[in-house]
T-cell receptor, first 114, second 115 residues
């Protein structure tokens, strides 16, 4: 079965420090991977994606993610965290052998303290 | 990216009643999706709604409980029927990006509370 795992329910980071939000996946075939962010009382916002090509992809708000095929991971990173980055982050994968459905991880709550 | 609106943004409903949620997109799209996000949880796909065909439901979701309409390429509705407190969730619609961009764009969601 296709799945996405985010092993940390919560990540706490001090402002200015680098942050990493972890994601691993299990799919058959080539994965199309995504990160979304959800701020309180708001919908999901697309951050970045990996489809093919360079393993390091850059997205909105200074975020980036590295695709690692051997470790089946797609960790989200930012060199210097901001308090305004505090939100709920979701990793997701599309499985085109199942009609393009988006499968989400369980989410990671990021808290950035001043 | 597409601009998506949903109505209502939130509602409080009584047990046993039904609520219809509307999703409007500012451009024509082939595939629309409806998701449920239960309190403190991730998103779960309810169904895929393609214009001109019956919606395709995921395991655990049935048409009698969540009827969906897709009358044209910019609009869809999801009805939550015979509601119970367990239906209290955020309901979100999404659409795929244009061309081969693959990502989905989400509406702001409808926060439903059933009492």
């Amino acid at each position: 079965a296709q799945s996405v795992a985010q092993p940390e329910d919560q990540v706490n980071v001090a402002e200015g420090n680098p942050l990493t939000v972890k994601c691993t996946y299990s799919v058959s075939g080539n994965p199309y991977l995504f990160w979304y962010v959800q701020y309180p009382n708001r919908g999901l916002q697309f951050l970045l994606k990996y489809i093919t090509g360079d393993n390091l992809v850059k997205g909105s708000y200074g975020f980036e993610a590295e695709f690692n095929k051997s470790q089946t991971s797609f960790h989200l990173k930012k060199p210097s965290a901001l308090v305004s980055d505090s939100a709920l982050y979701f990793c997701a994968v599309i499985t085109y052998n199942q009609g393009g459905k988006l499968i989400f991880g369980q989410g990671t709550e990021l808290s950035v303290k001043p | 990216s597409a601009v998506i609106s949903q109505k209502p943004s939130r509602d409080i409903c009584q047990r046993g009643t039904s609520l219809t949620i509307q999703c409007q997109v500012d451009s024509q799209v082939t595939m629309m999706f409806w998701y449920r996000q239960q309190p403190g949880q991730s998103l779960t796909l309810i169904a895929t709604a393609n214009q001109g065909s019956e919606a395709t439901y995921e395991s655990g979701f049935v048409i009698d409980k969540f009827p969906i309409s897709r009358p044209n390429l910019t609009f869809s509705t999801l009805t939550v029927s015979n509601m119970s407190p367990e239906d209290s969730s955020i309901y979100l619609c999404s659409v795929t990006g244009t061309g081969t961009s693959y990502e989905q764009y989400f509406g702001p969601g409808t926060r439903l509370t059933v009492t």
